[in-house]
């Protein structure tokens, strides 16, 4: 069984809309810290946006980060897409952990779904 499985990636041009979520099996997420990472070709893994189990967020520029742990789930809204916005998206969990505090932390991860910006 898949810890995390991401969906909603695909094709967008500039200045569009993606919401990206992350499923998590059992109750992973309800007192983890969750996470969304991204990787384009050639390029280190970066942080996205990091949501603590109190509701503290950090997000990387147009994007909200969100969860609803009655869902098991987290999202990920991205606004006015632009081409470097184009990765592989990524989310994580530290089960182990309520705070965030280092990208290190991150033991599950998801198989990720692919952005694509188009200008």
């Known amino acids: 069984q898949v810890p995390l499985m991401e969906s909603g990636g695909g094709s967008v041009q500039a200045g569009g809309s993606l919401t990206l979520s992350c499923v998590a099996s059992?109750?992973?997420?309800?007192?983890?810290?969750m996470g969304w990472f991204r990787q384009a070709p050639g390029k280190e893994r970066e942080t996205v946006a990091l949501?603590?189990?109190y509701g503290l967020r950090t997000v990387k520029g147009r994007f909200t980060i969100s969860r609803d742990n009655a869902k098991n789930s987290l999202y990920l809204q991205m606004d006015d897409l632009k081409p470097e916005d184009t990765a592989m998206y990524y989310c994580?969990?530290?089960?182990?952990?309520?705070?965030?505090?280092?990208?290190?932390?991150?033991?599950?991860w998801g198989q990720g779904t692919q952005v694509t910006v188009s200008s």
């Open positions: 994580a969990a530290d089960p182990d952990s309520v705070n965030c505090y280092s990208v290190r932390q991150f033991t599950l």
């Open positions: 059992g109750d992973t997420i309800n007192s983890a810290c």
């Open positions: 949501n603590n189990a």
